[in-house]
């Protein structure tokens, strides 16, 4: 004769287990929340992207004053367009050079890239932003900061220039 109470109690014991289980995963899974409740509300806690930007303010701070690397942190090239920006009117919104051809922090020329207005810092940054990017894909990136000082023998060491500043950000 078979011994059945043998077989009943192997089921038992997987049921047991099986049990134990379910009744490990829905502890953890409340803890889960319960851990997520106790955790500060995401809006509370700096974003991947708000402390990169904190950080690369910081840096460009370094070549520029407070106001300017703020806005210059949003950009595309941010610590670029510091460089040169710093190297082109040394943080300078109202220069003007080149015998009037190249306006601004930036010294962009209008003839090539549309008026600037002096007073308008966040116009010129836009502006600038949207030039150097427009260069980085018709040039790619090196080239594209050789080309903001335009393609003659003295971009060379321009680009080098701005690009020794990107480095020490």
Avoid at 102 to 110: A, E, K, R, V, Y
Wanted: with cysteine; aromatic share 6%; proline share 4%.
């Amino acid at each position: 004769m078979r011994d059945y109470k043998h077989i009943y109690s192997d089921k038992l014991k997987k049921r047991d287990t099986s049990r134990a289980v379910v009744l490990l995963v829905a502890f953890v899974a409340m803890m889960g929340v319960v851990g997520a409740v106790e955790q500060p509300p995401v809006a509370d806690q700096p974003t991947v992207k708000a402390v990169a930007k904190s950080a690369t303010q910081e840096s460009i701070e370094k070549l520029l004053p407070v106001h300017q690397a703020a806005l210059i942190a949003g950009t595309s090239y941010p610590k670029t367009l510091a460089a040169i920006a710093h190297t082109e009117s040394r943080g300078d919104q109202r220069a003007i050079g080149d015998g009037g051809k190249s306006l601004g922090l930036f010294q962009i020329q209008p003839a090539h890239w549309g008026r600037v207005d002096l007073d308008d810092l966040e116009q010129q940054v836009a502006k600038a932003d949207a030039v150097f990017c427009t260069l980085v894909k018709q040039y790619g990136y090196r080239e594209a900061v050789r080309r903001w000082n335009g393609d003659g023998k003295a971009s060379r060491k321009y680009q080098q220039v701005v690009l020794a500043k990107v480095a020490g950000l």
